[in-house]
T-cell receptor, first 110, second 114 residues
Framework: EDQVTQSPEALRLQEGESSSLNCSYTVSGLRGLFWYRQDPGKGPEFLFTLYSAGEEKEKERLKATLTKKESFLHITAPKPEDSATYLCAVLPERGQNFVFGPGTRLSVLP | DGGITQSPKYLFRKEGQNVTLSCEQNLNHDAMYWYRQDPGQGLRLIYYSQIVNDFQKGDIAEGYSVSREKKESFPLTVTSAQKNPTAFYLC?????????????FGSGTRLTVV
């Protein structure tokens, strides 16, 4: 069965304190791994797509990386406005639909 | 601006009542999806549609129904058969193609049973 887990469940950082979020997946084959950001009471917002191991994508303070078993979302010098829940989703090779992880709730304190 | 509009933002359902959640997109996307989000769980797929007049059940379709009469619209009905409907409901759309593309999500509808 295809599965996605994310850790930690929640993370509290001080402003400027860099850290990483983890997304581990078990799928028969990977067509793509996707990161989303979700603010409270809103729909997820697309951040990155990664298609193959070794690939990296960057956007402002965020950098996503991918290996054959997991992806990391690195947050460099975070600001309070980076506080949100970050969702990871994978699209298996043999499936039509995404498998979502439960998310990591990030709080960045000023 | 293109996007997905979900309405209403908040919805209250009485026992035994059917309610319909609206989802409209102007992105010219072929595929549309309905997800349910509960605290501490990943998004779970209720129904999806790849083309007009066709839709498939997702992982948790029991107690829900949909229609796809227009490309832009994909309403979800929560029937009285759904015993635990209190949740945050998200509609999404995507374009077909290779490589696979991410979803565009609506802002969600929070449904509460009263």
């Amino acid at each position: 069965e295809d599965q996605v887990t994310q850790s930690p469940e929640a993370l509290r950082l001080q402003e400027g304190e860099s850290s990483s979020l983890n997304c581990s997946y078990t799928v028969s084959g990977l067509r793509g791994l996707f990161w989303y950001r979700q603010d409270p009471g809103k729909g997820p917002e697309f951040l990155f797509t990664l298609y193959s191991a070794g690939e990296e994508k960057e956007k402002e303070r965020l950098k996503a990386t991918l290996t054959k078993k997991e992806s990391f979302l690195h947050i460099t010098a975070p600001k309070p406005e980076d506080s949100a829940t970050y969702l990871c989703a994978v699209l298996p090779e043999r499936g039509q639909n995404f498998v979502f992880g439960p998310g990591t709730r990030l709080s960045v304190l000023p | 601006d293109g996007g997905i509009t979900q309405s209403p933002k908040y919805l209250f359902r009485k026992e035994g009542q059917n309610v319909t959640l609206s989802c409209e997109q102007n992105l010219n996307h072929d595929a549309m999806y309905w997800y349910r989000q509960d605290p501490g769980q990943g998004l779970r797929l209720i129904y999806y549609s790849q083309i007009v007049n066709d839709f498939q059940k997702g992982d948790i379709a029991e107690g829900y129904s949909v229609s796809r009469e227009k490309k832009e619209s994909f309403p979800l009905t929560v029937t009285s058969a759904q015993k635990n409907p209190t949740a945050f409901y998200l509609c999404a759309s995507s374009s077909a193609g290779i490589p696979p593309y991410g979803y565009t999500f609506g802002s969600g509808t929070r449904l509460t049973v009263v």
